[in-house]
């Protein structure tokens, strides 16, 4: 999984019929600092996160794993909030 | 999903039977300023988009999620136009 | 899918028994201008494409969608011939 | 399947209903002379591993091949401990 | 699917069950004139190849798809042994 953080929404009005209620988040990639990398991934809510905080996100055909992303046009999805990271050595 | 700028589309007579019909765009990645990233993306449109519109696209088995794309040879597929972006922080 | 330019072949005697057959070429991945990028990727041909011409790769499981390819070893896959690209802006 | 170094553990409350029990690590990706690279992945401990072990992580939807991750929403695994490389040239 | 070299083994006790009897081989990735470049792979197996030998790797569900890897947790397998490269223009 990749971790990220929620810096904000995709509004979308036209879309595949399968996607209608899909929440788009935003998420920057960041390192085990919560530093802002490069990338960010744009990834379908399944467990209702909010601006700023960090979380977790499963790509590629792992992303339609939820109840709500099966079977959809969905690549990314935030599966999991972050609480916090214990690192011995970064 | 990956975000992107529609720039372009790829002409194709010789392909998989199963490919007839499909409307292959050519997508410039973006960042969230709208502005061009080095990477492209040819993506299947299943939603109707137009040339500089900004869309999202799936990638991976997620890309034949779609009525169209279903059970054929493409990786990418354009799932939703985008409207706008709002973002906390850049 | 990602644009390419098939730039030769790969032999090979000794391979996975589903892969009697096979033709893989070698896809040199191109930029806009048909200019060669820095990575190649060998893929299997499922349309029938000749030495220097441009084409369309399909990667991951969407590689297995044709034809030959099903429920073969292989993670790419011409599936299109590139007969030009219409460009709004590069 | 990349190879890395088991550094860190991710706690998470809020997720996925079928992530309740999963134990998510963080694994540093490293060079074969198990010199850390710059990339890290979150991914499920399936072997049970500990702090500072090198691991082998498999991932997309291979990393939904073992008995706790089938079906769920994870995208990384780890699926071997590494004993020793042996390597004839780097 | 990707090019390497043979460089080397990994050697594990503590794996998933399913991988008992699984050859993990360490493939350098390498271009068209078999130098090596920066990234390497663990690939399982499944012609029987040797030390520097120059192999195809496919990666992802593609992996998957042989006797052996079958519904294991394993994302890359060596499914051909090269003999050559015809190349028109590197």
Same mark, same amino acid.
Request: hydrophobic share 45%; proline share 1%.
């Given at each position: 999984?990749? $971790?990220? @953080?929620? *810096?904000? /929404?995709?509004?979308?009005?036209?879309?595949d019929? !399968? $996607?209608?209620? !899909?929440?788009?988040? *935003? +998420? &920057? &990639?960041? =390192? $085990? @600092?919560?530093?802002?990398?490069d =990338?960010?991934?744009? !990834? +379908?809510? #399944?467990?209702? +996160?909010? %601006? =700023?905080? *960090? +979380? %977790?996100?499963? &790509?590629?055909? #792992?992303?339609? &794993? /939820?109840?709500?992303?099966? =079977?959809?046009? *969905?690549d !990314?999805?935030?599966?999991?909030?972050?609480?916090? $990271?214990?690192?011995s050595?970064?």
């Amino acid at each position: 999984m990749t $971790l990220g @953080k929620v *810096i904000g /929404t995709v509004w979308s009005t036209r879309k595949d019929e !399968a $996607l209608v209620g !899909a929440k788009f988040l *935003i +998420v &920057q &990639q960041v =390192n $085990l @600092k919560y530093e802002a990398k490069d =990338n960010f991934i744009v !990834a +379908v809510d #399944s467990v209702g +996160v909010g %601006l =700023n905080e *960090i +979380v %977790l996100v499963a &790509q590629g055909s #792992s992303a339609r &794993q /939820t109840t709500f992303t099966r =079977n959809k046009p *969905i690549d !990314a999805v935030i599966m999991a909030k972050v609480d916090k $990271l214990d690192i011995s050595k970064v």
